[in-house]
């Protein structure tokens, strides 16, 4: 499968708790902070949900 580098950019502040758990099952905890995923279905449906908060980039 193919990876993916997930980074939070923005902050969770002001966020709905859906949206601050998949940041959290995603990893991610501080601004700046990055994780190497697979590119899974799951993930990348995570990815899409919080896509205002995180870039991505392909490995």
Do not use: D, Q, Y
Not at 27 to 52: D, F, Q
Request: no cysteine; net charge positive.
């Amino acid at each position: 499968m193919a990876k993916i580098k997930v980074t939070l950019v923005k902050s969770t502040i002001g966020e709905v708790i859906a949206v601050k758990e998949t940041v959290k099952a995603l990893g991610l905890k501080k601004i700046r902070s990055s994780k190497e995923l697979e590119a899974t279905p799951s993930v990348l449906g995570m990815v899409t949900k919080v896509k205002h908060l995180v870039k991505v980039e392909n490995i």
